[in-house]
């Protein structure tokens, strides 16, 4: 009844209304900005990351060569050699890291996030993960330098495992159960009321659904323990020589790195970078591999 | 243990009164509470066999609530409390020895939601029968599920395609092929129909249909025009508010055409002509 109170629609007027684009409208130039700002933010984050590779490639690119993997370290003046010994060394520990942390982050993520999510017990260990991830990897190395080296009277490939266990549970357990959180609850009630327990549930639901997730979890923390240093330097230290078991001193390359680049040999600093490039690769290789069997399958 | 029943249509079971008359779970609840509150007061239904009942109600009166103490998966829920009992074939599933997990093998369940497990389609649905260590013919079973629920022709050339990948309607009779390949006693379908599109809804209400020959339904609908449609018996729940909270409670029960033409009760009457929802 009363066309006048209502507000003008553009199109009720005769002008037809103004649709092009304009610097001049403020909101424009302020989504212009706004855009160039975060391009250039995201452009500096990249910064560090491209610069370490592309040293990396540059400085331990010319030394890579078969020898590198096949050789020992030099000593002193010697020229050539490799860090074989140190490659293996740095995938044994991790492997015997991961052979540690993996089951137990897996089961821990399972109770926090199916079992007990709200139980004290499951309060309390989410808050500890959540601790340890910011864990000085240092600490980790001087307690099992305490509980292990010390009671097995050496450094071994054993104990630098541990070490880096330490390290890697918690990056484990919290994504790991994430990933069995973003589980549908729908899928999980189908389970139930086909009659499965709730281990059941778990094993044939749950895991299965979360691979993805776990897998990515499992890579972050061996990613993030195969270039430590600082904890085996209390627990494996280092070898000149092939490992030939479990219980003896190891090489890594991380260690090796250390000791090489501060050596006033230029064939020994050549090596430190070829053995940085070697890990970052090493680290790659992984990440790649959890991408092509985490993939979701269906 | 054999949970897995030998195929319905191959080898029909004994004459119903065997296992005392034709009811099949005989829901006799006095009152169910989710921690203090009481969610539901004297629901006493029955559900024959072989035949599909309703139960339908507004918003809050409880119908879900009762479909879902049939096979105790009310159980997962913080706080459930029963009183009461519940008999299926003649043992009370609420007694102390009972164990829920069994229970819910002989009474299978298909949800509001379509929740198609992250599998293959033919993995979702021989995962009832591998959950219970069935021996026998995987893919004749398999193919008799999906056969049940009407499916076999739009999936027969991709069974290891992804059960989610299927529409939202397929993915529902997927759920139906899963509940039935272990040939459940009971299926309890809790709003089958009600994240469905109209064509997929009438497929799946044809399925009801076909499948009450070999299986009793319980079927809550939210949906008065389904309950018509498909259900042989209708309860219906209504609200109490009289004691400040929301109780729900089983107003009336009959067959479907008495409820919805005769009503007894007065609330009755104005819920099917669409007075109140």
Redesign the interface.
């Given at each position: 009844m009363t066309d006048t109170t209502a507000p003008q629609l553009p199109t009720d007027t005769e002008e037809a209304p103004v649709l092009t684009h304009s610097w001049a409208d403020r909101r424009a130039l302020r989504n212009g900005m706004f855009t160039i700002g975060a391009w250039l933010v995201a452009l500096i984050a990249a910064i560090p990351l491209v610069s370490v590779l592309y040293m990396l490639i540059v400085q331990g690119g010319s030394r890579l060569s078969t020898d590198l993997f096949t050789e020992l370290p030099p000593a002193g003046f010697e020229m050539g050699g490799g860090f074989g010994n140190a490659i293996v060394g740095t995938i044994l520990m991790v492997l015997i890291a991961s052979i540690i942390a993996v089951p137990i982050g897996v089961m821990a993520a399972a109770y926090l996030a199916e079992l007990g999510p709200e139980s004290q017990l499951g309060r309390v260990s989410r808050f500890l993960s959540k601790v340890l991830t910011g864990f000085p990897s240092i600490l980790a190395g001087v307690f099992v330098y305490a509980v292990l080296v010390l009671a097995m009277g050496t450094y071994s490939a054993i104990a630098g495992g541990v070490a880096l266990s330490i390290l890697m549970l918690p990056t484990v357990v919290l994504t790991a159960e994430e990933a069995m959180k973003m589980v549908?609850r729908?899928?999980k009630?189908?389970?139930?009321?086909?009659?499965?327990?709730r281990t059941?549930m778990i094993w044939?639901?749950v895991f299965?659904?979360a691979l993805p997730g776990i897998l990515t979890g499992v890579m972050l923390g061996v990613a993030r323990v195969a270039g430590e240093s600082a904890p085996l330097l209390f627990t494996a230290l280092f070898s000149n020589y092939w490992i030939s078991n479990l219980r003896e001193p190891t090489a890594s390359l991380s260690i090796l790195i250390y000791n090489f680049s501060s050596m006033p040999f230029d064939n020994q600093i050549e090596l430190a970078w070829a053995a940085s490039l070697v890990l970052v690769l090493i680290v790659l290789v992984f990440n790649i591999l959890s991408r092509l069997f985490g993939r979701?399958?269906? | 243990m054999t949970v897995v029943q030998p195929l319905k249509g191959d080898a029909p079971t004994k004459s119903a009164s065997a296992d005392g008359g034709d009811i099949a779970i005989n829901c006799n609840v006095s009152k169910i509470y989710y921690g203090s509150f009481l969610a539901v007061r004297d629901a006493r239904v029955a559900i024959h066999k072989g035949k599909i009942t309703g139960f339908i109600g507004p918003s809050g009166c409880g119908k879900s609530t009762v479909l879902r103490s049939l096979n105790r998966m009310n159980d997962l829920i913080q706080g459930f409390r029963l009183e009461g009992d519940v008999h299926f074939l003649g043992q009370d599933i609420y007694a102390k020895n009972i164990d829920p997990v069994v229970v819910r093998r002989y009474i299978g369940m298909v949800f509001q939601q379509p929740n198609p497990f992250a599998m293959s389609i033919y993995d979702n649905v021989a995962f009832g029968l591998r959950l219970n260590k069935f021996k026998g013919n995987y893919d004749e079973r398999v193919e008799h599920a999906l056969r049940r629920a009407a499916l076999w022709d739009e999936v027969k050339d991709k069974l290891k395609a992804s059960g989610l990948s299927l529409s939202g309607g397929q993915q529902q009779r997927l759920c139906i092929a899963r509940a039935v390949a272990t040939e459940p006693t009971v299926l309890l379908m809790d709003e089958p129909c009600s994240a469905l599109d109209p064509i997929a809804t009438r497929r799946v209400e044809e399925l009801m249909l076909e499948l009450k020959d070999d299986y009793t339904i319980a079927l809550v609908t939210h949906n008065m025009q389904q309950a018509t449609r498909v259900a042989d018996i209708t309860a219906f729940f209504g609200v109490d508010i009289s004691k400040g909270g929301r109780t729900g409670y089983l107003v009336e029960m009959g067959e479907t055409e008495q409820i919805f033409q005769r009503p007894r009760e007065q609330l009755t009457q104005e819920y099917v002509s669409g007075k109140f929802s």
């Open positions: 549908p729908k899928m009630d189908a389970a139930l009321g086909m009659g499965c327990t059941q044939k639901v299965p659904t979701p399958k269906y | -």
